[in-house]
């Protein structure tokens, strides 16, 4: 990722992206918010994807989360410093603007609403803890353009797919979506509908693969052939993983 203490020049629009999408960890964060302060062309680079990834789930119903989730971030949440609120205060201003964002994510981003990226300093993972994973797949045609936004929550084996409809599958292609392995490899997931959110459930046999999966991809197969273990169609998207 780029530098986010070079605030001389033309704001690079990158840094921009990275901010309003949370690709960033919390130090690079706090850097970035006080960019936001001190630069008002880097402020507007900001609200520009803040207001191009709006209507990203305007279509989105809400998903309620598993009924684990808030228990999990109460007992792994060890006390902040009591002098130490500055970070805090920023991120509740940045979770009522993001709101519509943080959505679409649906029960995986659960982690997200209660302060996204400073929990990686004040959550200590229990042993039987296993992250939650988000990609946001951009298109391989511009690098700019969300294409969907997965989220896959390992305790249920559960794979939420908010795709932003700017995939325009031909009537003999169907988007698919496949886990990338950390060797190299492509292991085929299944069909996802372009148009809706949706959830698949994902089978016990894959379920170790999608959680330790680095990044993901979408590709057009062909309908005549939709079980092939790798794409024969072009692949439209992908997204590398974090875990929240």
């Known amino acids: 990722m780029s530098d986010p203490t070079d605030i001389s020049g033309k704001v690079p629009a990158d840094d921009a992206a990275e901010f309003a ?9 706090v850097a970035q918010a006080e960019r936001v302060e001190a630069d008002p062309a880097f402020r507007a ?4 994807w803040d207001e191009r990834l709006a209507p990203l789930f305007d279509e989105i119903e809400p998903v309620e989360p598993p009924l684990t989730v808030w228990p999990r971030v109460a007992d792994s949440i060890r006390p902040r410093a009591a002098n130490d609120d ?13 709101t519509a964002l943080l959505a679409a994510s649906a029960a995986g981003l659960a982690f997200v609403l209660a302060n996204p990226r400073i929990e990686r300093h004040y959550v200590s993972p229990t ?24 989220t896959y929550d390992p305790q249920t084996g559960s794979l939420y797919v908010a795709p932003t409809m ?20 492509m292991h085929r997931v299944g069909g996802i509908d372009p148009s809706h959110a949706q959830t698949h459930s994902v089978p016990m046999e894959m379920r170790p693969m999608a959680a330790d999966a680095p990044a993901l991809a979408v590709s057009l197969e062909p309908v005549d052939n939709p079980d092939s273990p ?5 692949v439209v998207a992908s997204g590398e993983v974090a875990r929240l």
């Open 45 to 48: 680079q900001v609200e520009a």
């Open 230 to 234: 790798t794409p024969l169609g072009p």
């Open 86 to 98: 500055t970070a805090m205060r920023f991120w509740r201003r940045w979770a009522i603007a993001s």
């Open 127 to 150: 042993p039987d803890f296993q992250p939650v994973s988000v990609a946001t797949l951009m298109s391989a045609d511009d690098a700019d353009m969300p294409v969907a936004t997965i």
């Open 166 to 185: 700017q995939m325009a599958p031909g009537e003999d292609q169907a988007p698919t979506l496949w886990l990338m392995t950390p060797e190299g490899g």
């Open 21 to 29: 999408l949370r690709l960033n960890d919390a130090l690079v964060d």
